[in-house]
């Protein structure tokens, strides 16, 4: 228009995506509802790359090559990275959002109706509009994530809510699941040892914890716990044949913050602290665990030790 004399354009979205136009800021000087309309794109602004900053990745990530590739941990907590950032559980600040993605990690090659997540989510409640709550915890939800990547984290399609097929999912929960169906392939006893440690290096506690107790977690979780389990049993016991017993009390030592009370991985802490001659120790750890063990687990943990050379 001739009558504009000068003009002021601020884009309001991080992305550009929208753009305010202002005809003749000189005539609004003396008006101060610009300058707080500002101030707030200014501020929320200024918020969204603090939190940006905040969520960057301080490391790089092996799986990591493009735009589409995201990594996503659950042992010991949930944790979402991508090539531009870092979210974990904590930073969501909501357990609903982080229960919601993971339900769907753990059924990602297939979709979930709004009906199927609720009654999965809410059995044991009863909500008057659990399906408006479900979308408005995807629309937060798929927010979060369009801080750190420009696709889409969960879509849309035919047969419910999935994570998006097109982004190139890396998991360590089917790393570690893969590692340890491989292990038997393996015929060398130090590469089955290396194999095992790298199995072990994932497991850094049990899968999302967070959900511990909720009926739809329990069978995925004690699948893997009992995995890892079996997988360090066997690590030790080639620890032990191999006489690396500086292995064999690190391994026990990090395995009994994760499973404090297993009759297994106190026997075998015990047995290298005794081989290191740390026999007081080791007697501490045995009076620990006649403390806090049931009567058939204490009896299963002196029966290990007597089996065990």
């Given at each position: 228009?001739?009558?504009?004399?000068?003009?002021?354009?601020?884009?309001?979205n991080?992305?550009?995506?929208?753009?305010?136009?202002?005809?003749?800021?000189?005539r609004?000087?003396?008006?101060?509802?610009?300058?707080?309309?500002?101030?707030?794109?200014?501020?929320?602004?200024?918020?969204?790359?603090?939190?940006?900053?905040r969520?960057?990745?301080?490391?790089?990530?092996?799986?990591?090559?493009?735009?589409?590739?995201?990594?996503?941990?659950?042992f010991?907590g949930?944790?979402?990275?991508?090539?531009?950032?870092?979210?974990s559980?904590?930073e969501?600040k909501?357990?609903?959002?982080?229960?919601?993605?993971?339900?769907?990690?753990?059924?990602?090659?297939?979709?979930m109706?709004?009906?199927?997540?609720?009654?999965i989510?809410w059995?044991?409640?009863?909500?008057?509009?659990?399906?408006?709550?479900?979308?408005?915890?995807l629309?937060?939800?798929?927010?979060?994530?369009?801080?750190?990547?420009?696709?889409?984290?969960?879509?849309?399609?035919?047969?419910?809510?999935?994570?998006?097929?097109?982004?190139?999912?890396?998991?360590?929960?089917?790393?570690?699941e893969?590692?340890?169906?491989?292990?038997?392939?393996y015929?060398?006893?130090?590469?089955?040892?290396?194999?095992?440690?790298?199995?072990?290096?994932?497991?850094?506690?049990?899968?999302?914890p967070?959900?511990?107790?909720?009926?739809?977690?329990?069978?995925?979780?004690?699948?893997?716990?009992?995995?890892?389990?079996?997988?360090?049993?066997?690590l030790?016991?080639?620890?032990?044949?191999?006489?690396?017993?500086?292995?064999?009390?690190?391994?026990?030592m990090?395995?009994?913050t994760?499973?404090?009370?297993?009759?297994?991985?106190i026997?075998?802490?015990?047995?290298?602290?005794?081989?290191?001659?740390a026999?007081?120790?080791?007697?501490?750890?045995?009076?620990?665990?006649?403390?806090?063990?049931?009567?058939e687990?204490?009896?299963?943990l002196?029966?290990?030790?007597?089996?065990?050379?």
């Open positions: 228009s001739q009558d504009v004399a000068s003009f002021l354009c601020v884009p309001y991080r992305r550009e995506q929208g753009i305010i136009f202002l005809r003749n800021p000189g609004f000087c003396g008006q101060s509802d610009f300058l707080r309309i500002i101030a707030n794109i200014l501020v929320q602004e200024i918020n969204v790359q603090k939190h940006l900053e969520m960057k990745i301080n490391a790089s990530f092996a799986d990591i090559k493009d735009n589409a590739d995201v990594v996503v941990n659950l010991g949930l944790e979402i990275i991508t090539e531009q950032g870092k979210l559980e904590a969501m909501s357990p609903l959002c982080s229960k919601i993605f993971v339900l769907l990690m753990l059924n990602r090659h297939r979709g109706s709004a009906k199927e997540l609720s009654e989510i059995s044991d409640k009863e909500y008057d509009n659990p399906t408006g709550n479900l979308r408005s915890t629309y937060r939800l798929r927010n979060m994530f369009e801080l750190m990547s420009e696709n889409e984290l969960i879509v849309t399609t035919k047969t419910g809510y999935r994570v998006n097929p097109k982004l190139k999912i890396h998991t360590d929960y089917e790393c570690f893969d590692i340890c169906a491989n292990i038997s392939a015929a060398g006893k130090a590469e089955r040892i290396e194999a095992m440690k790298n199995a072990i290096k994932l497991y850094k506690g049990k899968l999302f967070s959900a511990d107790g909720d009926h739809w977690h329990i069978p995925h979780s004690s699948k893997y716990h009992l995995l890892y389990l079996e997988t360090l049993d066997k030790m016991e080639l620890l032990h044949e191999t006489k690396d017993y500086k292995a064999l009390h690190k391994y026990s990090q395995a009994i994760i499973e404090p009370n297993s009759p297994c991985i026997c075998w802490l015990i047995i290298a602290l005794r081989k290191h001659g026999l007081d120790m080791a007697n501490k750890h045995m009076e620990s665990a006649k403390a806090r063990l049931l009567s687990e204490y009896r299963d002196e029966f290990r030790l007597q089996a065990v050379k």
